[in-house]
């Protein structure tokens, strides 16, 4: 089946620690996203990326760092910079940017 | 002004009924437009696009009136698992960096 993989479902860090979340298409998509939900708040981006070796910032990068080496992969690095990362992390792709996204079903991480 | 805007509700709707909300965007050239649903502490996923000429999917229409620069989501016969927040996305052209902007949200909450 076609889709979005991310990994791992829950994810606790340390104090001082960079983790990083993984995520995976098997769609064929150029573009890949990544966003932040706080509850009861919205979707905030944090990086996008419309092409392999390319990305750019969305609202809210500090603290954040991707890469995307290959077009089915584009991982998210939660560093120690990032003083407030306790959210639900969601990734998504789409054919072109501006069509439908497609979401994976998302990383809750914490702080231990 | 924000670049969405919903009514974040809730909007209580009795089973049957027919409930319909708006949401607003800022950037007159903006093209495409769509409706998603996310349940609770899932991922997004999408509803229906928006077209010019308005659409119909089942009990769901969307309607888009580019003078007002708004979009509307009607759900006639309300049933319910239609229970979820809706979520308005509309396109930054590429003058403003080719991508999607999420609005926060309209919470529906059917009840018997």
């Known amino acids: 089946d076609g889709g979005i993989t991310q990994s791992p479902k829950y994810l606790f860090r340390k104090e001082g620690q960079n983790v990083t979340l993984s995520c995976e298409q098997n769609l064929n998509h150029d573009a890949m996203y990544w966003y932040r939900q706080d509850p009861g708040q919205g979707l905030r981006l944090i990086y996008y990326?419309?092409?392999?070796?390319?990305?750019q910032k969305g609202d809210i990068a500090e603290g954040y760092s991707v890469s995307r080496e290959k077009k089915e992969s584009f991982p998210l690095t939660v560093t120690s910079a990032q003083k407030n990362p306790t959210a639900f992390y969601l990734c998504?792709?789409?054919?072109?940017?501006?069509?439908?996204?497609?979401f994976g079903d998302g990383t809750r991480l914490s702080i231990l | 002004r924000k670049e969405v805007e919903q009514d974040p509700g809730p909007f209580n709707v009795p089973e049957g009924a027919t409930v319909a909300f708006n949401c607003t965007y800022s950037?007159?050239?903006?093209?495409?437009f769509f409706w998603y649903r996310q349940d609770c502490r899932k991922e997004p996923k999408l509803l229906m696009s928006v077209y010019s000429s308005g659409n119909e999917d089942g009990r769901f229409t969307a309607q888009l009136n580019r003078a007002s620069q708004y979009i509307s989501l009607l759900i006639r016969d309300s049933k319910l698992s239609d229970s979820a927040t809706y979520l308005c996305v509309v396109n930054r052209p590429p003058a403003a960096g080719n991508k999607l902007t999420f609005g926060g949200g309209t919470r529906v909450l059917v009840k018997p």
């Open positions: 950037n007159s050239a903006s093209q495409s």
């Open positions: 990326s419309q092409i392999v070796n390319d990305f």
């Open positions: 998504a792709s789409s054919i072109k940017a501006n069509q439908p996204q497609h």
